[in-house]
């Protein structure tokens, strides 16, 4: 399994440009979430989903949007960047069961000039 | 979910116990505890849960109090590699579909030679 893989690694936006954070998995997990972390802070929840088709709002989804039409892929689009985002930005994903672990992407490093 | 307090930073020696201490005090019945850590910027790696009874794994073991209103990660032989950011998380895991990791601040732990 290559587990929970995200795509780019690195990207430099200018602002108002807009662009695709690509988030797949491969352990047929139900649950999957965007999070954002900016330097010398936790992680915050962006957007998180329970299955294809179902979606709902973290702690700081102003600005971004998300869509889960497969089981395995979980984009999160930036519509209008703005320096704001310029952020580290991890998806995760664990099965729906009680105690399942969660796992983590290698990020995304986001830079909006 | 319950928050948590953890110290911002810790420092132990190679080949020492690292004892990360996080209280919850608000903590419910229901709500289990969980250990995360992030090394250099990695995605967060899970390490460690319970509910009320002491648990050992293959990297650490977790202390919970009787009344439940603290714990404390052991690391039992730290190593250079141990060096990482550790979150202290509750979570109810009888929420259905409402799994989101709150993280806080951590504890920056640091392994000195």
């Known amino acids: 399994n290559a587990g929970v893989t995200q795509t780019p690694k690195f990207q430099v936006l200018k602002t108002g440009q807009s662009m695709t954070l690509q988030c797949a998995q491969d352990?047929?997990?139900?649950?999957m979430s965007w999070y954002r972390q900016d330097p010398g802070m936790g992680l915050r929840l962006i957007h998180y989903?329970?299955?294809?088709?179902?979606?709902d709002q973290g702690e700081v989804p102003n600005g971004y949007n998300v869509s889960r039409s497969t089981t395995e892929d979980f984009p999160l689009r930036l519509l209008s960047a703005a320096p704001s985002q310029t952020s580290v930005y991890f998806c995760?994903?664990?099965?729906?069961?009680?105690?399942?672990?969660?796992?983590f992407g290698p990020g995304t490093r986001l830079l909006v000039l | 979910d319950a928050k948590t307090t953890q110290p911002p930073s810790m420092d132990c020696a190679e080949g020492r116990a690292a004892n990360l201490p996080c209280n919850h005090s608000?903590?419910?019945?229901?709500?289990?505890v969980y250990w995360y850590r992030q090394i250099h910027s990695q995605g967060p790696q899970y390490i460690i849960h319970?509910?009320?009874n002491n648990e050992t794994n293959e990297m650490a073991s977790l202390i919970i109090t009787e009344d439940r209103k603290s714990s404390t990660l052991i690391l039992p032989h730290a190593t250079l590699r141990d060096t990482a950011v550790y979150y202290c998380?509750?979570?109810?895991?009888?929420?259905?579909?409402?799994?989101?990791?709150?993280f806080g601040q951590g504890t920056r732990l640091t392994i000195n030679p």
């Open positions: 995760a994903s664990r099965g729906y069961g009680y105690q399942e672990t969660q796992y």
């Open positions: 352990m047929n997990h139900e649950y």
């Open positions: 989903s329970v299955g294809a088709g179902i979606t």
């Open positions: 608000t903590i419910s019945g229901n709500e289990y």
């Open positions: 319970g509910l009320k």
């Open positions: 998380i509750v979570r109810d895991d009888k929420k259905g579909g409402a799994q989101k990791l709150v």
